[in-house]
């Protein structure tokens, strides 16, 4: 497995003081980007797999991985893209051995000469992360119990960057009333039990009366095969931030149509433009509701526009998937994203394209 060798540093952001404001600050460098010329609209093609399943999908080298709570065999199904067949069902709720409590996938696999392996959330609360193969047995176990009764704000996920530290994504949480805290990165020395580092992106900001839609900087983080960048879509804000893990340094790289920085306090309606985000070496595919409609007017089986971004914050290139689906992932290893709609159609598009 790859590592990233990471010294401790000062943080590489100056704090503002706990104050709330109605002035929102981004700490780091913020780029407006032109949208790219092309649109490229992707021609699917069908790929049969025998069930029936719920929940996210996720694909990796091949294989495809469905999170259902609709079998009792298992959370997560394993699947085989060439011929359509279960490879395994994993995760089963009980207390034996390699069963679980509860079982949350938050989509990060890694890869050696062995095999390929899963990091799963081992219960709700997400006290214990996993590390799981493809037979559902357990090869590492990450306790976060130490980290989460110090720096528990809302964590969007954990990235495991080596055989000792981790990364912590943070989303805003209320502090009292409607005031929020600052989103940011968390690095954790899981073999001390100490954070090491912290990287905020948002100042802390105050909610206005008027506003409908909580968590306002409510985002989703993916990181870089090679844990040295971690990207970050941010969902209200229309923007895309890319961090370098090893100093922290962020950029926001918004395009020009994105809504100001601080539009909740104006009397625009908050929408989400973005959706989720995958990434691989090269590039970030950013999901982005079509037409920048909210989810309120677009519904889950509505076709999609895919932004892609390189890791210096280019936007290379608009994908446009007319196909209906309610879940999207993208296999690095193959350059296939995949889609599927609530009849279980999974359809992939093959975008190799873009790396010749």
């Not at 092309?38 to 694909?59: F, H, S």
């Not at 130490?146 to 080596?162: A, E, M, P, Q």
Request: one cysteine or more; aromatic letters at 14%; glycine letters at 6%.
């Amino acid at each position: 497995m790859k590592t990233v060798k990471l010294t401790i540093l000062a943080l590489s952001v100056l704090l503002v003081s706990c104050e709330t404001t109605q002035n929102l600050e981004f700490y780091g460098k913020s780029i407006v980007v032109d949208n790219p010329k092309q649109t490229d609209v992707l021609k699917g093609r069908p790929i049969i797999i025998e069930g029936e399943y719920t929940g996210m999908m996720y694909a990796y080298d091949g294989m495809l991985v469905f999170e259902s709570d609709l079998h009792p065999d298992g959370k997560l199904y394993l699947y085989d893209v060439e011929t359509g067949k279960r490879i395994n069902a994993i995760g089963k709720t009980g207390q034996g051995p390699n069963e679980f409590t509860g079982l949350h996938f938050f989509g990060d696999f890694e890869k050696d000469s062995n095999g390929v392996y899963l990091w799963v959330n081992e219960d709700p609360r997400r006290n214990t992360i996993v590390l799981l193969n493809t037979q559902g047995e357990r090869v590492k176990e990450i306790s976060t119990i130490k980290f989460k009764s110090t720096n528990w704000y809302g964590i969007g996920g954990f990235h495991v960057l080596n055989d000792s530290l981790l990364l912590a994504h943070v989303s805003p949480a209320v502090i009292f009333e409607k005031k929020y805290s600052a989103s940011g990165e968390y690095v954790f020395n899981y073999k001390l039990g100490e954070t090491v580092k912290q990287y905020l992106a948002y100042s802390e900001y105050e909610e206005p009366e008027t506003m409908l839609y909580p968590d306002y900087l409510s985002s989703f983080s993916v990181i870089k095969p090679d844990k040295t960048k971690l990207a970050t879509a941010v969902f209200s804000l229309k923007r895309l931030n890319i961090m370098d893990v090893e100093s922290g340094k962020q950029v926001s790289v918004a395009t020009k149509d994105a809504p100001d920085l601080n539009y909740m306090f104006s009397d625009k309606p908050v929408e989400d433009y973005y959706r989720t985000l995958k990434c691989d070496e090269r590039y970030i595919y950013v999901l982005e509701y079509v037409d920048g409609l909210s989810p309120d007017i677009v519904n889950d089986s509505s076709p999609g526009i895919v932004n892609v971004f390189d890791w210096d914050g280019n936007f290379v290139r608009i994908l446009r998937i007319d196909e209906g689906y309610v879940a999207f992932a993208f296999d690095p290893i193959r350059k296939i994203l995949y889609t599927k709609n609530d009849a279980e159609k999974v359809m992939a598009y093959d975008v190799n394209y873009l790396y010749k």
